[in-house]
């Protein structure tokens, strides 16, 4: 009615999930609020991410998709919807997740971050050209055009050439034996030997006793003689003369590797080719006229190699013509210097970079997309960043949330976590002890949850007590190594001692472990344990990798039933024909491709997940079949192989279960892994192995993905392979697992060219105290 004002609609600020019943969530009802930073916490393996990514990035994912392309809805349906009841006041979803896709290799940070697009747009009306050139269209500035592409390596900078040596890797051979390795194998290269043999070259001298003009010709020669060759009775068997056409190995290598489509062959051909900056374009994969246009006297070339730190304070200050875009340039570059990545170029290729640079570098990005109203999603973000740069980031995450975004962060850094306007807390535990919500309210809040683990860590900063350092056994000696941002750099790595990396992103620490190899003096054995998938299929799965299943199908082969039916161990395989589903080759999931999306896995529609044909699942052993064997825990199997008298699962299984990976099952194919549990899992197989001698273990950033609780459990295994004489050596960026080391060596101070040296390197105790290094301040904070 006239004069009442009229309520403003006020929508309802939470996201609303109800009964989320993914992987191992317990019908989790949550609330959480639009808007603001929110962090997911709790152990690995807790339900976090099958929370924040499996539910409600998944749902809005699903509800987009169905929206704009109602076409691709059968398949979506086939993927599935995520399996929850409900999720209401969801806004669009976004996120900057990197799950191990496979970038393209001319994807670059120059590209992910749309920067060699401004840049090229800056060329071309902005550039200073010759007299007389005409202005170039900013495509020009592109390798990945046909206009911009250097004509002779097709803009990709290096020609492959092929040499002698390259050729002839061994010539003390005949040709007959073989010399010529980069001939094709069988026929064609008996083929090719007896028409030299028809043409008078001798094939039965070492092939460095042929004259030189005759090693020429034979390798490289373009010409391509037809000559009737009578082959050399083979085997008694009598082949008739043929007309047989010669070809140069120079002219077979370079055919296979431009024609073939075989990946095999042409990996093979690739072999006998080295790779050489181009001399035409000298590596900058441009044309001349290209490279004809500068910018404050430099190429487009010589500015995407600068580190992007530079590249701002170059562009500033140019030409005031170009202003408008110099500041736009400038102005995005700044989120990038500000997230530590200054010391990137945007030439610098993207499968060279850390899964946490790329997430950086897209978060830094997503600051001037204007978006508002969604919610972010990001999965760890302070991986491999130094303390000194977790302020900033935090910073960036403050930005997207003022210009009006939610957002969501699975997180296990204790100041991200403080930092959260909101908290929910997964747990208590992992797996099936785990997926409920403990907590989703205020951060300060969850000291008032006592079975929280997460709370256990984040109320209490009494410093770590004080402990005796172990003395070293004698000393490995690193360089000097003079490689990326490293010059002339000598390293001390103690020997039976836990020893910590550390500096800024970019301050050279994997280049420097890089560097550790099984030839040095003093290492024995060297054992890499990386984050790496364990297996890139669902073929591969825990029990395949620990070796466990070799054993336990052998124990379904040997029972009763197995005998009677004459089934061997091969018969339990899912690998192989015989005992599998056929429908999904022993997967238990098809793959499903998704115009869009990266192709996903749906169940089978005929086991149901199950791998096996039903007559293989009639076999039990203790009253289950394989498939349900593959279905247990780590933690059940302990239970249900105990009494069996069977060493080796056992082993298996308490290793796993040291390294806290009880709460994964048997069969949980590798794909689905997280980057954390792939490397407990490696550690866990090389624990159970008998260990001969001495061993350095070599970890890149351990806690990646762990929670405090977590990486309790990992040093615990670590300082234990130390008290068995072992040598550790970590690149860390926690600094309560460097005030627990033996020994520290401190890279910095900064990144890229401001690194590459030694700052420090003593006892934890000695570097918390040094002057000039980054890492100082944080460590001496954790110290008592
Ligand atoms: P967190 O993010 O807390 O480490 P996850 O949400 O990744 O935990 O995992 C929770 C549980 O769900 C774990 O037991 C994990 O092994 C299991 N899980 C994760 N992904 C899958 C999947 N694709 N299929 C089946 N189980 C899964
Ligand atoms: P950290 O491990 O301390 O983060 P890195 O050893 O990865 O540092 O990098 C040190 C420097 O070397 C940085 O400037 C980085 O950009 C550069 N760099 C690292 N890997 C490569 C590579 N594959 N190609 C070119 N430069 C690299
Ligand atoms: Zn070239
Ligand atoms: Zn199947």
Known sequence: ??????????????????????????????DIPRDVLTVFTGVSGSGKSSLAF??????????????????????????GAPKVGEITGLPPAVSLQQRRSTPTSRSSVGTVTNLSNSLRMLFSRAGDYPPGAEHLDSDAFSPNTAAGACPECHGLGRVHRTTEASLVPDPSLSIREGAIAAWPGAWQGKNLRDILDTLGYDVDVPWRELPAEQRKWILFTDEQPVVTVHPIRDADRIQRPYQGTYMSAHRYVMKTFSDTKSPTLRTKAERFLTSTPCPVCGGSKLRAESLAVTIAGRTIADLAALPLSELAGTLNGTSEAARVLTEDLTSRIAPILELGLGYLSL????????????????????????????????????????????????????RLKAAGNSVFVVEHHLDVMRAADWLVDVGPLAGEHGGRVLHSGPVAELAAVPESATARFLFDDSPAPAREVRSPRGELKVGPVTRHNLRDVTAEFPLGVFTAVTGVSGSGKSTLIGEITEELPGVGRLVSVDQKPIGRTPRSNLATYTGLFDVVRKMFAATDEARQRGYGAGRFSFNV??????????????????????????????????????????????????????DLTVESAAEFFADTDTPAVTRSLTTLLDVGLGYLHLGQPATELS???????????ELQRARRGHTLYLLDEPTTGLHPADVEVLLRQLHGLVDAGHTVVVVEHDMAVVAGADWVIDL????????????????????????????????ARVMA
């Open 577 to 630: 024909a015989g005992g599998r589903c056929e429908t999904c080759q022993g997967e238990g999931f098809v793959s499903v491709e998704l115009l869009f999306l990266p192709s996903t896995y749906a169940p089978c529609p005929d086991c149901g997940g199950a791998r096996y044909n039903p007559e293989t699942l009639q076999v039990t052993y203790r009253g289950r079949n394989i498939a349900q064997v593959l």
């Open 675 to 685: 980057g954390g549990e792939a490397q407990r899992i490696k550690l866990a197989t």
């Open 347 to 398: 030439d610098r290729a993207t499968p060279t970079l850390s899964a946490g640079e790329l997430q950086r570098l897209r978060l830094a990005t997503q600051l001037r997309s204007g978006l508002f109203g969604v919610v972010y999603v990001l999965d760890e973000p302070s991986a491999g960043l130094h303390p000194a740069d977790t302020k900033a980031l935090l910073t960036v995450l403050d």
């Open 748 to 779: 910095g101070p900064g990144g890229g060219d401001e690194g590459g040296r030694i700052v420090a390197a003593g006892p934890p105790g000695e570097v918390a105290r040094a002057a000039g290094s980054t890492t100082a301040p944080f460590l």
């Open 54 to 79: 499996g539910t409600i990035y998944a749902e809005a994912q699903r509800r987009y998709f169905e929206s704009v392309a109602p076409y691709a809805r059968r398949l979506i349906h086939q993927v």
């Open 1 to 30: 009615s006239p004069g009442t004002p009229r309520t403003p609609h006020v929508p309802d600020s939470y996201v609303r999930v109800r009964d989320a019943r993914e992987h191992n969530l317990q019908g989790v009802d949550v």
